[in-house]
């Protein structure tokens, strides 16, 4: 038997236990990560400076998670760069407790130092703790000062919020595509990282017009130029669209729904001339109403939400 929170306890004393309450919080929130501030920059020594803010944590899975604040303060130490090669160290968060083998019920904040090496990466951090920042420590470093930043920050995600764009690749080119006909090209790419399992939309925009047509009217030249979406070089099941364009400047789009599991991935546009003419792109950098109807070519990915 459990008990809600927002219930008081019984006359016994009976009510909502930490238990409970982690798994009620973990209910709220897709993915550990940050809430709100804890910032990291360089000091002048061979710390590195956490600002203050809130962390969803996590022990694991069956054990729930919880809202860990800092206040804002200091890593411990780590070692000087090394004298040939860079390396990347990582900061995170941890909410101790003390029931499941830790020391103390304490808030930590902390850094794993990786190993230096020609292209780095950062180091596994310690289990039961959440990623905020991973540091790039220059050779030869005395100083956390000269470190700079190669992640953006690991945000917590509230249940059934969306991340809204997780980027985009426009081609801002007018040129002649190809006349061959079916020679795929692989282009755009655009790299995302979901902390969870998303719906994630694809998204394609062109303005084209066939490369053999003599005048915006001429309809007896046409191209027939076709896309479809990529991630991680997998076609996705019948996401193909094939756009037809005579002499005039059309505009065409195209989207696509599917489930992404959790983790960094790459989509991309498989492209080629099905039949006719080369494809010619348009694209106008002008912002009036008049002449921005030009577009180029536009992919852009966007989170549609958890799967459920």
């Known amino acids: 038997m459990t008990t809600a929170l927002g219930v008081q306890p019984d006359s016994n004393g009976n009510g909502v236990t930490p238990e409970v309450h982690r798994q009620i919080i973990a209910a709220q929130w897709q993915n550990t990560g940050v809430i709100d501030g804890l910032g990291v920059t360089g000091r002048s020594d061979l710390r590195y400076n956490v600002a203050a803010g809130v962390a969803v944590c996590s022990k694991g899975a069956a054990d729930g998670k919880t809202l860990a604040y800092w206040?804002?303060?200091?890593?411990a130490a780590v070692a000087a760069g090394d004298a040939s090669n860079p390396r990347v160290d990582a900061i995170w968060i941890t909410a101790h407790n003390p029931k499941i083998g830790d020391a103390d019920n304490q808030v930590v904040?902390?850094?794993?130092?990786?190993?230096?090496?020609?292209?780095?990466?950062?180091p596994p951090i310690p289990a039961g703790c959440t990623p905020i920042m991973a540091m790039r420590v220059p050779a030869n470093a005395t100083a956390?000062?000269?470190a700079t930043k190669i992640w953006t920050t690991y945000y917590a995600l509230p249940y059934g919020a969306s991340l809204g764009k997780l980027g985009e690749n426009w081609d801002r080119r007018d040129m002649t595509g190809d006349k061959t006909v079916k020679k795929y090209?692989?282009?755009?790419?655009?790299?995302?990282?979901?902390?969870t399992d998303r719906m994630v939309e694809l998204q394609f925009k062109v303005n084209l017009s066939s490369a053999t047509?003599?005048?915006?009217?001429?309809?007896?030249?046409?191209?027939e130029w076709a896309v479809g979406f990529q991630i991680d070089d997998n076609d996705l099941d019948h996401s193909c669209a094939n756009f037809v364009s005579f002499g005039a400047w059309e505009t065409h789009e195209t989207s696509y729904i599917t489930a992404v599991s959790a983790g960094t991935?790459?989509?991309?546009?498989?492209?080629?001339l099905q039949n006719g003419g080369a494809p010619v792109f348009h694209y106008n950098p002008s912002t009036d109403n008049k002449d921005a109807l030009w577009c180029g070519r536009r992919f852009i990915v966007w989170d549609r939400g958890p799967v459920v």
């Open 109 to 122: 904040v902390g850094v794993t130092q990786g190993t230096p090496a020609a292209n780095p990466v950062a």
């Open 213 to 223: 047509a003599t005048s915006w009217d001429d309809t007896t030249h046409r191209t």
């Open 144 to 146: 956390t000062s000269s």
């Open 185 to 195: 090209y692989f282009e755009q790419p655009i790299t995302f990282t979901l902390p």
């Open 265 to 272: 991935h790459t989509a991309r546009l498989r492209t080629w």
């Open 71 to 75: 206040p804002g303060g200091q890593t």
